[in-house]
């Protein structure tokens, strides 16, 4: 990973630290499977040094941007480069300080503490992926408080309270104005530094593609990639909603034409179909076919 | 393609198709192209699209200006882009190849262009080549020699088949300036300017009634229901003045009105298709708004619906209820979440029918479909109302209630006439809301918050009395708006005037007051007006 980020441009001065804090701070023995192996890379150096700067300070992160930015990949990439254990935290409307922090159970007649994922992560000094942040209730978050800002503890009413072992750090996602989600408080917002996500550039999407399926013909890396544009661009303009502007659909489809699709078969269950609406559903059709020949196979894409 | 055998829909596809073509979605187009069927022709809008991208298309839409001034413009503008197809054909197949496979058989075409002409040398070469083929001199006029077959009247057809043109037939079809169409949506749109209260009150209170029947539909209420309602309701401000609910269902025309009337009726008619095209002419663009207010209130009444913590077989251990598994082998020693209903919110929309609204009744029926139809996708009960006064009666128009299910298309017929008495229309809607059982009732007005009418204040028979406008129907309407708030009832306005009107609507409404600038900010802005009310609820 290391060497991916040499190759991104990022300082040696940058990548010195990184090391130091990996020497400081190696994981566990029994946490080293969590520790992840990015399927998918980042690309984008200013992001990249952003969010190392400010982990290496040891600030939160709270990565915000619209669908397809690769909010996720990208904080998957960050444990993986910082060698930390990860949890992932799914965030949703009824997500409460029990499924955070823990809560009672009832185990050999006994009632006991069953860590949730903020104790267990912070006790082992794991990066806590908490993902779409603001589909919980502000209400609900506010037993995180204590553990995100500067007083790093977890207190949990008639236990002891956890103290966050010094490399845990959170990274939060947020998809503003999704549909779905909520505003931010204000007190939540302020315990994370945040990065506005942007939009994943051509370069970067041939770049990602050209990683993933190395023997696709430069040519249709391409073809896939202005494609992929053509439909932001009609999503930015309101003609269409995001539900067809998938970048893992698109990843998916290329996997699918290795697996024996056709290309427009393909496209069709991962991009076309995302779309309910008829109409628009036409529209994605329509780019689809203006850019894609129907009879596209394996062996006419893949090298 | 005849304009009016292609519908909206595809219309909007052709639209996309070419703003794809160009990158960009900023212009409105102009040459769209359709197959037999009336779908949008893949190729050649892409081919428009490209044209925009390649060119400085300013210039050739001075072409196609000069082009216009003639007679047989979409020949001529079918050669060209005939002419025009081959060169944006090759330059742009490297960079989208499945042109090759989309592309049909191209035309045989006497004009041709290189591949590195700019639009100027492009232009230069097509004025000079209708100059020479067809004699055209650009401002309308023929040469001489070239005026044959208009001369002759021959068809377009048979000159071109004598003059060797090999024009492709399915191109004569090309031709769909936009402008052709927008005459053809904005001709039901006749904007109604009859004054409202041109009817004196030397008629007796039954004879209005009467009149007031013939112009806005049945009445609803039988007269002594409505003599109640008044007693109750037409009172302080309002004294002397009449309450009439109807739900617009017509009266046949008879007596001394229906000439006068027929004539109304039939401009009413107008109106209300004029409301369906604006909304139809949006279509695409109402129904992403609808889709999206309609999620974000969903899921906000998903959020303040009260959750409900039931004794489950699977879920969160509850300890209190543990001892049960090993005492009694009850294995419901488990809690889960179950959210309860939203059933207990209504939300009524009122609009303002004054004649100020004439001019705004499309995109007023518009919003208020919107509104409706995302509630309905919410199971939120809507109901939607119109108020407008004359001669003295306060006319309450339903057009769905709480239970309609399915229809909210009636919201069209909706038009605009005669005085609003803002005050008696929201006292008059806030009796009907306290007719209903729900636990959080929400009214949405759409008004201009104008209120005036002829009717005046007046304190007793005899009195001549004060009139209700300007800064006294202002604070008549403030007062009831908080004397509806006062009972619980939450009011926001949808402000639909100009700058002037806005400090008085405040002065009504306060905080709960939007204006929509833009149409495409609409869900948001509504949105989280609704929703901030509901907040209110789960506190």
């Known amino acids: ?303 | 393609m005849m304009d009016n055998t292609v519908s909206e829909l595809q219309k909007r596809r052709a639209d996309n198709l070419i703003w794809n073509g160009a990158e960009d979605y900023s212009f409105a187009p102009d040459f769209k192209a359709y197959d037999d069927n009336g779908d949008a022709d893949l190729y050649w809008n892409l081919i428009f699209g490209a044209a925009r991208r390649r060119y400085d298309y300013s210039k050739l839409e001075k072409l196609f200006a000069q082009l216009d001034r003639y007679r047989d413009s979409d020949v001529y503008e079918s050669i060209f882009w005939n002419a025009l197809e081959p060169v944006l054909y090759r330059t742009e197949l490297s960079g989208r190849p499945v042109l090759e496979s989309l592309r049909p058989k191209p035309a045989e075409t006497a004009l041709k262009f290189d591949d590195g002409m700019s639009a100027d040398e492009i232009v230069e070469t097509a004025g000079k080549y209708f100059y020479e083929h067809y004699g055209l001199y650009g401002d309308g006029k023929i040469r001489l020699k070239y005026r044959l077959p208009h001369m002759r009247r021959m068809s377009v057809d048979s000159f071109l088949q004598r003059g060797g043109k090999g024009l492709y037939r399915k191109l004569a079809d090309l031709h769909d300036r936009t402008f052709v169409h927008e005459k053809g949506l904005y001709g039901g749109l006749t904007v109604f300017t009859g004054g409202g209260d041109s009817i004196g009150t030397k008629l007796t209170e039954p004879e209005l009634r009467e009149f007031i029947a013939t112009k806005f539909g049945k009445p609803i209420y039988t007269a002594s229901q409505v003599r109640q309602l008044e007693r109750q309701l037409c009172t302080g401000n309002h004294r002397f003045t009449h309450l009439f609910y109807t739900g617009g269902e017509t009266v046949e025309l008879s007596g001394v009105y229906s000439t006068f009337e027929m004539h109304q009726r039939k401009r009413q008619a107008e109106i209300m298709a004029g409301n369906r095209v604006y909304y139809e002419k949006n279509r695409i663009r109402n129904r992403l708004l609808t889709a999206k207010l309609s999620t974000s209130i969903s899921n906000s009444v998903l959020l303040h619906m009260q959750p409900e913590s039931v004794k489950a077989a699977s879920g969160e251990v509850d300890p209190k209820l543990a001892w049960r598994a090993a005492r009694l082998g009850d294995e419901k020693v488990f809690r889960r979440t179950e959210n309860a209903n939203a059933g207990d919110m209504s939300v009524d929309i009122l609009l303002d029918a004054s004649h100020s609204q004439t001019r705004r009744t499309g995109s007023i029926s518009s919003q208020a479909h919107i509104i409706a139809e995302a509630l309905k996708r919410c199971h939120v009960p809507c109901r939607v109302m119109s108020f407008c006064s004359m001669s003295g009666f306060t006319v309450m128009k339903l057009f769905s209630d709480y239970s309609s299910s399915g229809d909210s298309s009636r919201i069209f017929d909706y038009w605009a006439e005669g005085c609003n008495r803002d005050g008696l229309a929201l006292r008059a809607a806030g009796e009907m809301l306290s007719r209903t059982s729900y636990e959080h009732k929400m009214l949405i007005v759409l008004s201009d918050v104008k209120p005036m009418d002829i009717a005046k204040i007046r304190r007793d028979e005899r009195d001549v009395g004060l009139s209700y406008d300007g800064a006294r129907a202002l604070t008549d309407t403030a007062r009831e708006v908080r004397r509806l708030r006062a009972e619980g009832i939450s009011v926001i306005c949808i402000f639909t005037g100009t700058d002037e009107e806005l400090p008085g609507a405040k002065t009504v409404y306060g905080q709960d007051l939007v204006r929509i600038r833009d149409l495409n900010h609409f869900a948001d802005t509504v949105g989280k007006l609704i929703i901030g009310q509901m907040r209110n609820y789960a506190m």
């Open chain 1, 1 to 303: 990973m290391l060497d991916f980020l040499r190759q991104e441009g990022i300082g040696e001065d940058l990548i010195a630290r990184i090391e130091e804090y990996r020497r400081q701070w190696p994981a566990a023995e029994g946490d080293r499977a969590r520790i992840p192996v990015p399927r998918f890379r980042y690309y984008g150096s200013e992001i990249w040094k952003l969010a190392i700067t400010a982990i290496l300070s040891g600030e939160n992160l709270l990565l915000v941007g619209p669908k397809a930015t690769g909010k996720n990949v990208f904080a998957e990439n960050l444990s993986a480069v910082f060698g930390r254990p990860e949890w992932d935290i799914s965030f949703y409307l009824n997500t409460d300080a029990s499924t955070l922090i823990g809560t009672d159970t009832f185990k050999n007649g006994e009632v006991s503490f069953r860590k949730g994922p903020i104790c267990a992560c912070a006790e082992a000094g794991g990066f806590g992926i908490l993902d779409e942040i603001n589909m919980a209730k502000n209400e609900s978050l506010a037993v995180l408080h204590a553990t995100l800002d500067f007083r790093r503890i977890i207190d949990v009413p008639g236990y002891s309270r956890i103290i966050l072992a010094p490399p845990t750090r959170f990274i939060a996602t947020m998809n503003y104005g999704y549909a779905g989600t909520r505003e931010l408080n204000e007190a939540l917002a302020s315990r994370f530094m945040v990065i506005n996500m942007p939009v994943i550039t051509g370069a970067d999407l041939e770049k990602l593609l050209a990683q993933q399926y190395p023997s696709l013909k430069a040519e249709y890396i391409s073809q896939l990639t202005v494609l992929f544009e053509e439909i932001r661009r009609k999503c930015e303009s309101s003609e269409i909603s995001t539900k067809a502007l998938d970048l893992r659909g698109l990843l998916a489809a290329v996997n699918l034409v290795f697996n024996g699709l056709s290309l427009r078969e393909a496209l069709d269950i991962a991009i076309i179909n995302k779309s309910f609406d008829g109409f628009e559903r036409t529209l994605v059709e329509d780019i689809v076919s203006t850019r894609i020949n129907g009879s596209l196979k394996k062996e006419d894409i893949f090298e």
